[in-house]
């Protein structure tokens, strides 16, 4: 009996461990997500929504390659669907050079980021940006020629979050990598 109690006492403690240790894992997830979606509750639903991109929020570095590598993918699925678009209606001739372009150049990003484990030069964030305007003057066109596409705009909308929450991460990791802040 005595030999059942001690049992019993170190699943207990074991348990116990488990879950101080889960919980402290949880927290880190919670603020490497805050800090790239600056406590945003759409683009913390969009994260968590999505599996690859809520399990990768293990550290800076980790989920802002995941966010890239879904830009990557999402250039791609956009620029399928512009392309279907421009078929239908030669307007979207502009965008679907825009969406086309995108999809490399944020690879290139992706790739040197990936090899240099965050942002390393000055323009790196400079040069993330640079590749992402190309949906702005995609729907600059399409207002100029009194076109709206909804869904054009909600792809449009999410690769802005995912940017934003790629580069905050991406930063942040420079930031402590310079000894900025800790």
């Known amino acids: 009996m005595a030999s059942l109690n001690k ?9 116990l461990i488990l879950c101080f240790f889960s919980s402290r894992s949880i927290n880190a997830n919670d603020d490497i997500l805050d800090i790239a979606c600056e406590k945003d509750k759409e683009c913390l639903d969009y994260i968590k929504a999505d599996k690859v ?10 989920l802002g390659l995941a966010l890239m590598k879904s830009i990557v993918a ?7 669907y512009v392309l279907k678009k421009k078929i239908e209606n030669p307007v979207y001739t502009e965008c679907e050079k825009e969406w086309l372009n995108m999809g490399p150049n944020f690879q290139l990003i992706l790739d040197r980021t990936t090899k240099n484990k965050g942002y390393k030069d000055d323009t790196d ?5 640079n590749a992402g305007d190309a949906s702005d003057r995609c729907e600059t066109s ?6 709206i596409d909804p869904e054009l705009n909600r792809k449009s909308h999410e690769l802005g979050i995912l940017m934003v929450s790629a580069n905050r991460s991406l930063t942040h990791l420079s930031q402590k990598k310079q000894g900025l802040i800790k």
Do not use: G
């Open 53 to 62: 991109l809520a399990a990768s929020a293990t550290s800076d570095l980790d």
């Open 74 to 80: 999402q250039t791609k699925t956009t620029h399928d």
């Open 125 to 129: 964030d400079y040069d993330f940006h």
């Open 142 to 147: 399409l207002k100029n020629a009194n076109i």
């Open 7 to 15: 049992i019993s006492i170190l699943f207990l403690l074991i348990s």
